[in-house]
T-cell receptor, first 115, second 112 residues
Framework: AQTVTQSQPEMSVQEAETVTLSCTYD???????LFWYKQPPSRQMILVIR??????QNATENRFSVNFQKAAKSFSLKISDSQLGDAAMYFC????????????FGTGTRLQVFP | AAGVIQSPRHLIKEKRETATLKCYPI?????VYWYQQGPGQDPQFLIS???????DKGSIPDRFSAQQFSDYHSELNMSSLELGDSALYFC???????????FGQGTRLTVV
């Protein structure tokens, strides 16, 4: 069975600085997808970024980028130029290569952003 | 753009009562998922449907049942409610042609 581990329950960053959230996973599959979801105080689950395992290039979405290390089964999220609105719970999630398969979430990292 | 719609947004029930949560997926999405998120926890997969058939099942109690209807909306039925069922229930939808799952805003169920 696949597992997702987020070892940082809480992180903090100052506005305009950069922060990296860690995620490791375990799987025997060779093809899969990894995601970062943001859950602000409204509790809405918002997709931040997606990485396909078959792609060597790290995904980037504006201020958000990932460092995907397939061999190490590591998938970290870097937030650059942090903004107050980035404060939220961040969940790392794994999904098999089947687009209709379920998501397996990590336990989350709460990010605080200080002005 | 249309999003996943869940109703109701909030629900308060007493122990041993029954609750029905509804989910309307994004148009042309054929797969619906239900997740349960307890306080301070990550979302846990309950059950999913693809083309109106159950496609996967997670840690869903026997007291819960769900189905997907011909218009692709889904309902999660919860009976004999317990205090521990108090949680945020998310519905998400996707399709074979879409790599991402899109979440609804959730239904907050409180059992008193």
């Amino acid at each position: 069975a696949q597992t997702v581990t987020q070892s940082q329950p809480e992180m903090s960053v100052q506005e305009a600085e950069t922060v990296t959230l860690s995620c490791t996973y375990d799987t025997s599959e060779s093809d899969y997808y990894l995601f970062w979801y943001k859950q602000p105080p409204s509790r809405q689950m918002i997709l931040v970024i997606r990485q396909e395992a078959y792609k060597q290039q790290n995904a980037t979405e504006n201020r958000f980028s990932v460092n995907f290390q397939k061999a190490a089964k590591s998938f970290s999220l870097k937030i650059s130029d942090s903004q107050l609105g980035d404060a939220a719970m961040y969940f790392c999630a794994y999904r098999s290569s089947y687009n209709t398969d379920k998501l397996i979430f990590g336990t989350g990292t709460r990010l605080q952003v200080f002005p | 753009a249309a999003g996943v719609i869940q109703s109701p947004r909030h629900l308060i029930k007493e122990k041993r009562e029954t609750a029905t949560l509804k989910c309307y997926p994004i148009p042309r999405h054929d797969t619906v998922y239900w997740y349960q998120q307890g306080p301070g926890q990550d979302p846990q997969f309950l059950i999913s449907f693809y083309e109106k058939m159950q496609s996967d099942k997670g840690s869903i109690p026997d007291r819960f049942s769900a189905q997907q209807f011909s218009d692709y909306h889904s309902e999660l039925n919860m009976s004999s409610l317990e205090l521990g069922d108090s949680a945020l229930y998310f519905c998400a939808s996707s399709s074979w042609t879409v790599m991402d799952s899109f979440f609804g805003q959730g239904t907050r169920l409180t059992v008193v």
